[in-house]
């Protein structure tokens, strides 16, 4: 089992910054490949962009490519999601979520074990 708690969300203007964290706990957090998505209201949840266990393997959502870097410091049990350009369609709850894999799963987007319980994003234009 792996407990997840985001932070670092809130309300920024359009083309400002954020980063969220994700603090792991439970089994041993490096030995997961991570991931961050998003749901706004109405929308099916969004894959935004995943990691594998040492960070060295990272994918992206077309949407955010460019823009947001995921990074994780094992170290610290601790996965980021540095938002920058951000523009009023990024608004959403993002949540962080956790493969029982090391590596990054066949399709990077699916197959998630566990979830945290998301943090706020709002960008106002």
């Known amino acids: 089992q792996v407990q997840l708690v985001e932070s670092g969300g809130g309300l920024v203007q359009a083309g400002g910054s954020l980063r969220l964290s994700c603090a792991g706990s439970?089994?041993?957090?490096?030995?997961?490949?991570m991931a961050w998505f998003r749901q706004s209201p109405g929308k099916e949840r969004e894959f935004v962009a995943a990691?594998?266990?040492?960070?060295?393997?990272?994918y992206y959502a077309d949407s955010v490519k460019a823009r947001f870097t995921i990074s994780r410091d094992n170290a610290k049990n601790t996965l980021y999601l540095q938002m920058n350009s951000l523009k009023p369609e990024d608004t959403a709850v993002y949540y962080c979520?956790?493969?029982?894999?090391?590596?990054?799963?066949?399709?990077?987007?699916?197959?998630?074990?566990?979830w945290g319980q998301g943090t706020q994003v709002t960008v106002s234009a």
């Open positions: 990691i594998n266990w040492r960070g060295g393997s990272t």
């Open positions: 439970g089994r041993t957090f490096s030995s997961y490949a």
């Open positions: 979520a956790a493969h029982h894999t090391q590596t990054l799963p066949t399709t990077p987007s699916r197959g998630y074990d566990w």
